[in-house]
Antibody, heavy 121, light 111 residues
Framework: QVQLQESGPGLVKPSETLSLTCNVS????????WSWIRKPPGKGLEWIGY???????DYNPSLRSRLTMSVDTSKNQVSLKLNSVTAADTAVYYC???????????????WGQGTTVTVSS | IVMTQSPLYLPVTPGEPASISCRSS???????????LDWYLQKPGQSPQLLIS???NRASGVPDRFSGSGSGTDFTLKISRVEAEDVGVYYC?????????FGPGTKVEIK
């Protein structure tokens, strides 16, 4: 059974860097894209970006200048860093397995439970 | 690509059908003849879950009362007979081009 577990600091000060990790179990890190999505309070879902085990990334242009994603296949872990955060970055952050292959597509079929991040001094 | 949904709020009666519309600002039809449109449901207090991919393919474990249809720019999610457990916010998402984009969500509640 594939499981994803996000973890992070919970509270981040404005202008600092938000760092999150997603631990993956029950699935090969090399078989899928790994995506990050967030949901600000009272708003809808926003795609942040995704990465492949090769290190290939694709980011939302609205966040690209502040965003870094990485993967550590030896730890079965994907990471997200978002710098210069503001209150607008307050959200529940989810990681999800995203299966988009050349010959088939299955969408974001497994999600973590999410981790809440509040940006406040 | 901008996604819109209607209605944004849908009160439903258990046992009755329900329908949500999703519209894309650009065609989601790929040259491989698949429409890259997904439907997700976020139940209260839970993470989003995949219901439908490629416009009409039900995800594993999704009840057959859920069905997706449409092509190009116009898509519909139908629930043949609503059950109490179907409450939550339904999102469509285009996956043809990055940035991937979700619709604003349709909140479904029991009347």
């Amino acid at each position: 059974q594939v499981q994803l577990q996000e973890s992070g600091p919970g509270l981040v000060k404005p202008s600092e860097t938000l760092s999150l990790t997603c631990n993956v179990s029950g699935a090969s890190m090399t078989s899928s894209y790994w995506s990050w999505i967030r949901k600000p309070p009272g708003k809808g879902l926003e795609w942040i970006g995704y990465l492949f085990h090769t290190g290939r990334t694709d980011y939302n242009p609205s966040l690209r200048s502040r965003l870094t994603m990485s993967v550590d296949t030896s730890k079965n872990q994907v990471s997200l860093k978002l710098n210069s955060v503001t209150a607008a970055d307050t959200a529940v952050y989810y990681c999800a397995r995203y299966r988009d292959y050349a010959e088939s597509y299955f969408g974001m079929d497994v999600w973590g439970q999410g981790t809440t991040v509040t940006v406040s001094s | 690509i901008v996604m819109t949904q209607s209605p944004l709020y849908l009160p439903v009666t258990p046992g009755e059908p329900a329908s949500i519309s999703c519209r894309s600002s650009h065609s989601l039809l790929h040259t491989n003849e698949n429409n890259y449109l997904d439907w997700y449901l976020q139940k209260p207090g839970q993470s989003p879950q995949l219901l439908i991919s490629l416009g009409s393919n039900r995800a594993s474990g999704v009840p057959d009362r859920f069905s997706g249809s449409g092509s190009g720019t116009d898509f519909t999610l139908k629930i043949s007979r609503v059950e109490a457990e179907d409450v939550g916010v339904y999102y469509c998402m285009q996956a043809l081009h990055t940035p991937l984009a979700f619709g604003p969500g349709t909140k479904v509640e029991i009347k």
